[in-house]
């Protein structure tokens, strides 16, 4: 299994910085691809980035140019950096994983951005 927790949001003003960062322990070899999901109030959670055990990465539209993904393999951390931050970035920030040969999931515990105008 892959456990995952996550830090780092909190409430910035428009225009700001944050760096998310999720920690993973457990079965770490075993991580296919890593990414970031966010969800907005009564909606589903929807992809903002991921990276793959190769490296390779892709984002959303609406973050793309803003964010990076990053990892630091040598402290099992994936990270992501919110630059230039708008108002409608406000959400809960979900790192997941997908791991194994059938590709199970693990989910953060969630951490809250607030972006204010």
């Known amino acids: 299994q892959v456990q995952l927790v996550e830090s780092g949001g909190g409430l910035v003003q428009a225009g700001g910085s944050l760096r998310l960062s999720c920690a993973a322990s457990?079965?770490?070899?075993?991580?296919?691809?890593m990414g970031w999901y966010r969800q907005f109030p009564g909606n589903p959670r929807q992809l903002v980035a991921r990276?793959?055990?190769?490296?390779?990465?892709n984002y959303a539209d609406s973050v793309k140019g803003r964010f990076t993904i990053s990892r630091d393999d040598a402290k099992n951390t994936m990270y992501l950096q919110m630059n230039s931050l708008k108002a409608e970035d406000t959400a809960v920030y979900y790192c997941?994983?997908?791991?194994?040969?059938?590709?199970?999931?693990?989910w953060g515990q969630g951490t809250q951005v607030t972006v204010s105008s």
């Open positions: 997941h994983a997908g791991y194994g040969s059938m590709w199970y999931e693990s």
């Open positions: 457990g079965s770490i070899f075993s991580i296919n691809r």
């Open positions: 990276i793959t055990s190769g490296g390779s990465t």
